[in-house]
């Protein structure tokens, strides 16, 4: 670190943008320029941590949540069969009990179907809304990682 009369004295930084700015605003302190851009560099990395920590949760809460979901699916579709299998010989033994069972009998499938679809729709939604979140994180990540590498380039 030499000074002539013309000569502007650069101090050596670990990020070149410093120099860079240095050389532009012709500074010759560089310590609180590098200090300040070690502090963006912590902050960002931090920030992308906790975003890649928030993909790992997001994953992990869904599966939990996915899992409980396809147990009541399971149990929805246990419901399905036996509503299939719900016809008692007294509710058929004659062609009036027959035609009068014949409703009943469809609405309770009718039920058990609608609960089999809004669970796999359930299921869906999940995924679905795992995916989102976890790709606007990740979009934030590359900001952030694409941030670090302008500042550290």
């Not at 700015?21 to 012709?26: A, G, L, N, P, V």
């Not at 992308?48 to 928030?54: P, T």
Request: aromatic share 6%.
């Amino acid at each position: 670190m030499s000074k002539n009369n013309n000569e502007v004295v650069v101090a050596i930084s670990k990020f070149p943008i410093v120099q860079k700015i240095m050389e532009t605003f012709k500074l010759g302190d560089g310590g609180k320029l590098d200090s300040f851009f070690t502090r963006i560099d912590k902050t960002l990395s931090r920030e992308i941590a906790a975003h890649e920590k928030n993909i790992e949760n997001n994953k992990f809460n869904s599966k939990t949540v996915t899992e409980g979901l396809q147990d009541d699916l399971e149990d929805a579709e246990q419901r399905l069969a036996e509503a299939f299998m719900a016809v008692e010989p007294e509710n058929v033994d004659t062609n009036q009990k027959a035609s009068g069972f014949v409703d009943a009998y469809l609405e309770g499938i009718s039920k058990a179907e609608k609960a089999v679809e809004r669970i796999e729709e359930e299921i869906k939604d999940e995924a679905t809304s795992l995916k989102d979140k976890n790709a606007d994180l990740a979009k934030q990540v590359k900001l952030l990682k694409r941030r670090i590498a302008s500042i550290t380039a």
